[in-house]
Structure formats: C-alpha cells, structure tokens
C-alpha cells in the first residue's frame, strides 16, 4: 500500500473541539483510491464525527479487511490503533481487541465483497454475540480491486459496466443485521454527509453491536446507467424513513423541549448510554424504529418496489452488550497484574470443581 503524506501545515483559526484538536487531527494519509470513490466521503464523514464529538484518537482500535473499502483506515484517525486483517476475517480481529480492552472504540470498515462473500459467516456472528462496535460496509455492489464483477450484494437485474445483467438475488445485509440482533441498524448514502455523519455519531456511543450499511458507488465500474449503486440511482430511488440529528448530552442538560410523541411529522429523542440523544424526525407515518420485526419488514416492501431505504432503520436504546453477557473484568486485559492473571492452582480448582 502506498502512503502520500500530508502537508503539516494547516490554517491557524481551524475550530477546535473540546479536547483542543481540530478537524486535521483526525484525518489520515492521503486517499489512494480513485477521484470520487464514495468510500473517500465516508472517510471523510468519520473524521467529522469523530472531531465533533470531541473522542480522543488515541482510544480508537480501527480494524478492516482486504478489498477497496479495507484501505479506508488508513485515511482517517492517523493517531489510533489499527490492524488490516485478512479478506473477511475482520471480525475475529475486531472480537479479540474488544474484548481485550473496552475501553477504546472500535471502528470495523469492510466492504460489500469482505462481509457478504467469504467472511458473510464471521459477520452473522459477530452480529449475534453483540461486540460493542461500529460496523461500517461500504456497499458498491462491485470488486473494485478485481476490475468489476459482481459482489453478492448486487441486485438482481442490475448491470454491469458492460450491460451484462446478474442473473442472482442479492444478499441484504441489512435484513441479516436486523433478523440476527444487531441494536442499531442504518443505511445511509455516501453522497449525503448531512444523514451520515448524524447516524455515525449515534453508533460511535451507542453500546452494542451497531451497523451501517452506506451505499457508495465505485465510480470505475459501477456508477452507470442500469446500476442501482450509482449516484444517480440511489438519489432517484431512495426513501429515508426518518431524518436523524445526534445531540450531546451537555446539549440536553440545557434544553427546553422534551419531545415524547412520535407521530408522523413529529420528533422522537432516542436515550443513548452516555447520556447523548439522537433526535429523529418522522418522514412515514407508519415507521417505528423501534420495532424489529416492522423495520425488516418495511426494508423488504421497499426492496420490492426499488426504493433503496435510509436513515436510522432500528435501535435498541437499552441494548446490551458482550461484556455484559460473558461478565467481563472491567479492567482492560492490559491492565490486569500478573495476580489477576495468575491467580494460581486454588482458583483453577474451584474453576474445575464447577464445572464437574
């Protein structure tokens, strides 16, 4: 992989955030893709609510797999932690570091051929066992890296480059986080900073597995006419089901307005952990984010009918994660002394005694 360094030098007035670092802070090495890859806009919405939310650089574990989308980490959060992993297994490596220490945050970016082809076994089970994380897959529905064929999340009757039309049903994420347990599922679209960045905030604090699909376009072999992962087609057929705005909690403390009903038209203030809120806008009458079973049911309707759904799909506010089902030692791994770690033969009898 080729690196291009940036320039250190940066205007002087840039805005700081809470911890005293600006925007350039949280950027990485300059973006080896090509000129308007979607992926880059993605990168880009990570820095800005990273920087926003005023988190230390420092506590980021940002893990990836093979592929185009897999080379994103290296464009953002230049100060964190990071490990690029073999193609699909990136949510091994993501379970290791969370669980090895929960204090950081841990960013997985893959991509729709990394989580939907070789490692769509790794991904249901990293779903269902609720590691506390942000996964993001940027979907362009091609192999960028392999000159255009079609991924598994590619839709039926979508062409290629070449009008070639694929022949199979794709597989929908999105569907599979939603029927698996994920607590914070979301769609968004590379091209629309003003509904990604709110969602990415959201899922950065949210405690449970959270997951982002973001639909962005390989502008070399997938952003033509007869592709439903181009531009122009995600910006005709898509149908958000709410409009998301994140507030801080220090922004809560101070405001005037508690909003409970949730009627279309209305807006809805989602709880999160530390004490944030997610504001959410109603756009369908009939849309409950809180409701699994109708959040599936709604991306299915909208499959049928073309649309490409997005916004904030389902969100658990009082999810669980797991540390809290395996009962974890609060202290990260790195942390612990050798008493902790070698508590000697007594408690490995007593380990043994019951399990007899």
Do not use: W
């Not at 073999?86 to 841990?106: D, I, Q």
């Not at 091609?142 to 598994?152: H, R």
């Not at 480059?161 to 914070?184: C, R, W």
């Amino acid at each position: 992989m080729t690196f291009v360094a940036k320039p250190r030098v940066h205007h002087p007035q840039l805005p700081l955030n809470d911890l005293g670092l600006n925007r350039r802070d949280y950027e990485g090495a300059v973006s080896t893709l090509c000129a308007g890859c979607g992926h880059d806009s993605v990168s880009a919405a990570i820095v800005q609510a990273c920087a926003e939310l005023s988190l230390p650089p420092h506590r980021f574990a940002k893990i990836s797999g093979i592929g185009c989308s897999s080379k994103t980490p290296s464009y953002f959060l230049n100060a964190s932690h990071g490990f690029n992993a073999v193609h699909g297994r990136m949510p091994s490596v993501a379970t290791g570091a969370n669980l090895a220490n929960r204090e950081l945050h841990c960013i997985g970016v893959s991509g729709d051929g990394d989580s939907a082809s070789i490692g769509i076994g790794q991904f249901a089970h990293i779903v269902r066992r609720r590691i506390n994380m942000l996964y993001i897959v940027d979907n362009n529905g091609t192999y960028g890296l392999t000159k255009g064929q079609f991924s598994a999340t590619n839709d039926k009757g979508s062409t290629s480059k070449k009008g070639v039309p694929n022949l199979y049903e794709p597989i929908d994420l999105v569907s599979m986080a939603l029927q698996i347990g994920a607590s914070f599922v979301a769609r968004s679209f590379s091209g629309d900073k003003q509904q990604l960045v709110p969602l990415l905030k959201g899922a950065l604090l949210h405690r449970g597995f959270a997951f982002i699909d973001v639909i962005s376009p390989c502008v070399a072999f997938n952003n033509h006419n007869g592709s439903t992962k181009s531009y122009d087609y995600v910006r005709g057929h898509g149908a958000s089901v709410v409009t998301a705005d994140f507030l801080p909690k220090d922004f809560i403390a101070t405001a005037a307005e508690t909003v409970v009903d949730y009627a279309p038209g209305t807006t809805e203030t989602v709880a999160l952990p530390d004490g944030s809120r997610l504001r959410l806008s109603k756009l369908d009458e009939s849309y409950d984010p809180h409701d699994r079973a109708h959040a599936l049911a709604h991306v299915l309707e909208a499959q049928q009918r073309g649309e490409v759904v997005t916004g904030l799909l389902y969100v658990d506010p009082d999810a669980s994660d797991c540390h809290e089902i395996l009962d974890t030692v609060e202290t990260p791994l790195n942390a612990l002394g050798e008493a902790e770690l070698c508590p000697g033969q007594g408690a490995l009898d007593r380990i043994n005694a019951g399990l007899r």
